[in-house]
């Protein structure tokens, strides 16, 4: 009987401590659900966050390498999209292929959107507008007019049919991978067709027409994009935390000196200012700002296409105001020199968008300032070759001085206040006035003033 009681208690112990443990595992695993919802709300309820770029004015090398660090950046930081805000006349046709692919290839969707109102994508900004995953504009802007366009020199028909077949068979190829009209943007190419918002819209050639960027994220939120990889991706804009693309230094210098009449203002003002420092060697300011000033434009034409013909005529007015110094011509080297500065500023840069080259005004008006300054500073080192030594022993030759003894043939002189001994082939009263004709040493021959036609005035 004591030993059926004891079994019992045992069991009951037994089963008590089972319980005990179940109890604690089951509260363990309910703490750790409750921490994993706590976990997933934050961020289930995160705001998407879309990566701003404003693609404005030209587009150039430098666009490509912000379109470049803008993807790697979203890919990086977790960004939904990116946003292209555009406002271009177009832009070089290489740069433009490049960001093309860089649109094409970015991880995350892009949306590209010509704002504000009187905005435009043309040309080149018409191509980065068909490549984006969505395509919208403002009201009151337009985009097309993407027809190749090249300078007289270069109207070869054979050559410029190529390029506009070329332009106008990528941008239907870009339209109909993004379901959009090949047809309408293909004229847009072959015709120079331009289009307002309102006719973009109606031929298909944009997804939609949005008054600001809020309301474009909102009519775009849940939509459903194919990427140009054939994969799908369900837009998530509602709401979206902007975060605006930073350049970098060198980009945002870049961008500020790529504008070709600040280029070339940067390096006729550089040439300038070496000159000052070779015309008055020590001078150092001017060396330094002007070899910086030189560097700050070199690098700008890195990124800009830059023809042989234009460098030349530069070069050569260069070397025209140097002849200029070297040779009395009247001015007409040195005018030779305004027009040759003035033609190679024309044809410089090779671009066929008038935002990218150099305009009449920029450069007669870096010309013609350059040309006189130079011939200035030409004259005045001339001036200073050519004036009478004044110091040492040479610059005592015609100088005036006062016997303050006889001469005969040897006595002594006051000259510029000081007392030299003096030879004389004529015989010289004291208190002569008397003219210095050589130096021999610590000698000086003189003659009398009277003797002696023209000269110095100098003091004695």
Known sequence: MASSRTMIQRLRLRGGTDLYFLEAAFTRFLILVLLCLLLAIPARGAPPRILVVDVVNVIHPVTVEILDRAAARAREEGFDAILL??????????????????????????????????????SAGFFLLEAADIAAMAPGTHAGAAHPVMFAAQQDQAILAKATNDAAASLRSLTARRGRNPEAAGKAVTDSTSYTETEAASLKLIDLVAADTAALLAAIDGREVSRFDGSKTRLRTAAAELTAYEPSLSQKIQVAVSDPNIALALLLLGALGLYVEFSSPGLIVPGVAGAILVLLGLSAFTVLPVTWTGVALLVLALGLFVLEAKFASHGILGAGGVCAMVLGSMLLIDSPAPEARVRWSTAIGLAVP???????????????????????????????????????????????????????????????????????????????ATAASGGSHDQL
């Open 85 to 122: 805000r555009i406002n271009t006349p177009g832009g070089f046709l290489d740069a433009s292929r490049q960001a093309v692919e860089r649109i094409v290839a970015c991880p995350v969707p892009v949306i590209a959107y010509v704002t504000p109102s009187g905005g435009r994508a043309a």
């Open 370 to 448: 350059f040309g006189l300054i130079t011939l200035f500073l030409t004259g005045l080192v001339i001036q200073a070759r050519t004036r009478k030594v004044e110091t040492g022993a040479e610059g005592l030759v015609g100088a005036k001085a006062r016997a303050i003894s006889a001469i005969a043939p040897g006595g002594r002189v006051l000259v510029r206040g000081e007392i030299w001994n003096a030879h004389s082939a004529r015989p010289i009263q004291a208190d002569e006035e008397v003219r210095v004709t050589s130096v021999h040493g610590l000698d000086l021959e003189v003659e009398p």
